[in-house]
């Protein structure tokens, strides 16, 4: 095995443009952002004859990303890595070096002394055929480069995982430590995707791939037969993607696409959930999904009776069909009264659903690979709570995004002691057991359900399931390493297969 990548060295002026008043290229914080969590040392190189307001600039974004800023001499460049050798420590590897092509003889001579020069030319790797030296057109192929070497060094004792997500819900991950480029102690490096770029040159470098696919959703129509894919329009990105995983089966996703469809749908799941009944036995507590009505209009003059058949009392709570993609799939309302559903403003079709009495306490159930993790959250007030509210505010329905905030009632607080009795009822193997289920009948690795025990019962009752949680109140420590055995035994599995 040879010398891992262990550094990664950037020439400032592939960071700032040269202007009078510098700036950042309109892609170095993307990359900078991907580089910050990867568990490399990071730093920007540049000369002593540098504008002390360019300096100033790279300081601000070194600080900002915590990387290391190093005066890297063009003429004595030798004499700065001794620098870098104090500040670094005994990295235990190689240092790749990004430098524009007109430095590429003045650093030439690091290769030397075993730094790994990459350059960056406009022209890409045609431009470096004739000199050994990779090249770079864009500084989004660096993350590619940097896990081929390292791959190239360790051989296949190493798993590369793409991943492709919202930049925001990329940072969440990677902060946390879960996206190292640097391998992971069970062999993961992980490999940031991009549209920017071909795709089949980067998955030529991956063995399985992370998404959150719903990131990428353009539109959802339900319209259609259920089991029919044509329901949901990808980006062009993501259906280039779900199109080269189909033809190439040494690259595939840890989730398929087609797997996480039923999720996108509520009705679909509340009917998956119905087959929990089989788990439950008469002498213990029940495991179920609330009941349910799908309305495709809330003006039906046969709307009460229609909910009455489907076991709904009233306060209900009203949630789109649609669970996630779309810009108001979190519009929800609770009515109190069946008036209230006339005109209501939730996007159709819909689903009303049980509301279930549970202390203001919900519990986040995380499934990741064989190994189940929960959390516990302060939720809705029960509905006598919610129902005194909204007669005191004449406020009826309650219409609220449960994104951004759930409804609470001004003056009411659950007391420590529900709370506590809540916790306490939660039953961890009944949990278990469906968690398990879940997984076998919707055939994900890595999900996640919202469960809460009805008051009175002692039901727990899942009133929610997602993909690729955040899974972010289970400690890093715990979470993390779960994460990347997940990952693993699923490549593992499939291998074999």
Same mark, same amino acid.
């Given at each position: 095995?040879?010398?891992?990548?262990?550094?990664?060295?950037?020439?400032?002026?592939?960071? &700032?443009?040269?202007?009078?008043?510098?700036?950042?290229?309109?892609?170095?914080?993307?990359?900078?952002?991907?580089?910050?969590?990867?568990?490399?040392?990071?730093?920007?190189?540049?000369?002593?004859?540098?504008?002390?307001?360019?300096?100033?600039?790279?300081?601000?974004?070194?600080?900002?990303?915590?990387?290391?800023?190093?005066?890297?001499?063009?003429e004595?460049?030798?004499?700065?890595?001794?620098? +870098?050798?104090?500040?670094?420590?005994?990295?235990?590897?190689?240092i790749?070096?990004l430098?524009?092509?007109d430095?590429?003889?003045?650093?030439?001579?690091?290769?030397?002394?075993?730094?790994i020069?990459?350059?960056?030319?406009?022209?890409?790797?045609?431009? *470096?055929e004739?000199?050994?030296?990779? *090249?770079?057109?864009?500084?989004e192929?660096?993350?590619?480069?940097? *896990?081929?070497? +390292?791959?190239?060094? +360790?051989?296949?004792?190493?798993?590369?995982?793409?991943y492709i997500?919202?930049?925001?819900?990329?940072?969440?991950?990677?902060?946390?430590?879960?996206?190292?480029?640097?391998?992971?102690?069970?062999?993961?490096?992980?490999?940031?995707?991009?549209?920017?770029?071909?795709? #089949?040159?980067?998955?030529?470098?991956? @063995?399985?791939?992370?998404?959150?696919?719903?990131?990428? &959703?353009i539109?959802?129509?339900?319209?259609g037969?259920?089991?029919s894919?044509?329901?949901?329009?990808f980006?062009?990105?993501?259906?280039?993607?779900?199109?080269?995983?189909? #033809?190439?089966?040494? *690259?595939?996703? $840890? @989730?398929?696409?087609?797997? +996480?469809y039923?999720?996108?749908?509520?009705?679909? $799941?509340? #009917?998956?959930?119905?087959?929990?009944?089989?788990?439950?036995?008469?002498?213990?507590?029940?495991?179920?999904?609330?009941?349910?009505?799908?309305v495709?209009?809330?003006?039906?003059?046969?709307?009460?009776?229609?909910?009455?058949?489907?076991?709904?009392?009233?306060?209900? $709570?009203?949630?789109?069909?649609?669970?996630?993609?779309?810009?108001?799939?979190?519009s929800?309302?609770?009515?109190?009264?069946?008036?209230?559903?006339?005109?209501?403003?939730?996007p159709l079709?819909?689903?009303?659903?049980?509301?279930?009495?549970?202390?203001s306490?919900?519990?986040?159930?995380?499934?990741?690979?064989?190994q189940?993790?929960?959390?516990?959250?302060?939720?809705i007030?029960?509905?006598?709570?919610?129902?005194?509210?909204?007669?005191?505010?004449?406020?009826?329905p309650?219409l609220?995004?449960?994104?951004?905030?759930?409804?609470?009632?001004?003056?009411?607080?659950?007391g420590?002691?529900?709370?506590?009795?809540?916790?306490?009822?939660?039953?961890?193997?009944?949990?278990?057991?469906a968690?398990?289920?879940?997984?076998?009948?919707?055939?994900?690795?890595?999900?996640?359900?919202?469960?809460?025990?009805?008051?009175?019962?002692g039901?727990?009752v899942?009133?929610?399931?997602?993909?690729l949680?955040?899974?972010?109140?289970?400690?890093?420590?715990?979470?993390?390493?779960?994460?990347?055995?997940a990952?693993r035994?699923?490549?593992?599995s499939?291998?074999?297969?």
């Amino acid at each position: 095995m040879g010398s891992l990548v262990k550094g990664v060295m950037i020439h400032e002026s592939l960071l &700032i443009h040269d202007y009078a008043t510098p700036s950042f290229h309109s892609s170095a914080h993307s990359l900078a952002r991907k580089l910050r969590h990867s568990n490399l040392h990071i730093g920007i190189s540049f000369s002593p004859s540098l504008p002390h307001n360019k300096v100033s600039v790279l300081k601000k974004m070194a600080t900002e990303y915590s990387f290391d800023c190093f005066l890297l001499d063009d003429e004595s460049s030798v004499d700065g890595v001794n620098e +870098i050798a104090l500040s670094w420590g005994g990295i235990g590897g190689k240092i790749l070096f990004l430098v524009p092509s007109d430095k590429k003889v003045a650093f030439g001579q690091l290769s030397n002394l075993g730094w790994i020069i990459v350059v960056f030319d406009v022209e890409g790797a045609g431009a *470096c055929e004739s000199s050994g030296v990779v *090249c770079i057109s864009k500084l989004e192929e660096l993350p590619m480069i940097i *896990c081929a070497s +390292i791959r190239k060094a +360790i051989g296949d004792g190493v798993v590369t995982v793409g991943y492709i997500m919202k930049p925001s819900r990329e940072e969440d991950f990677a902060k946390r430590g879960a996206f190292p480029m640097n391998p992971s102690p069970n062999g993961l490096m992980f490999l940031p995707l991009t549209f920017e770029l071909p795709l #089949q040159s980067q998955l030529q470098l991956v @063995d399985i791939v992370l998404h959150k696919a719903t990131d990428e &959703i353009i539109s959802v129509d339900l319209s259609g037969s259920p089991e029919s894919s044509n329901r949901i329009t990808f980006s062009a990105g993501m259906q280039e993607l779900q199109r080269y995983m189909e #033809q190439d089966s040494d *690259c595939f996703a $840890i @989730d398929p696409l087609d797997k +996480i469809y039923p999720v996108l749908d509520r009705l679909k $799941i509340q #009917q998956i959930l119905l087959g929990l009944d089989a788990l439950n036995k008469e002498s213990c507590r029940a495991i179920r999904g609330p009941h349910f009505l799908k309305v495709n209009g809330f003006n039906d003059p046969d709307l009460a009776q229609s909910l009455s058949e489907a076991k709904l009392s009233l306060p209900s $709570i009203v949630k789109p069909q649609v669970a996630c993609g779309v810009a108001d799939a979190h519009s929800m309302a609770i009515t109190f009264r069946v008036e209230d559903f006339k005109d209501l403003n939730v996007p159709l079709p819909a689903i009303v659903q049980e509301y279930v009495d549970h202390s203001s306490t919900i519990f986040k159930i995380y499934v990741l690979g064989e190994q189940v993790f929960y959390a516990v959250k302060k939720s809705i007030p029960n509905a006598d709570v919610l129902t005194k509210s909204s007669e005191r505010n004449e406020v009826r329905p309650l219409l609220f995004d449960s994104l951004k905030s759930l409804p609470t009632s001004t003056g009411h607080s659950t007391g420590a002691d529900s709370i506590k009795t809540n916790v306490n009822s939660f039953d961890l193997e009944l949990v278990t057991g469906a968690a398990n289920w879940l997984a076998r009948k919707l055939d994900l690795t890595i999900f996640g359900f919202d469960v809460v025990i009805q008051e009175g019962t002692g039901d727990h009752v899942i009133v929610d399931v997602n993909y690729l949680p955040s899974f972010k109140e289970v400690p890093d420590d715990i979470a993390v390493p779960a994460f990347w055995n997940a990952i693993r035994h699923k490549f593992e599995s499939r291998k074999r297969r």
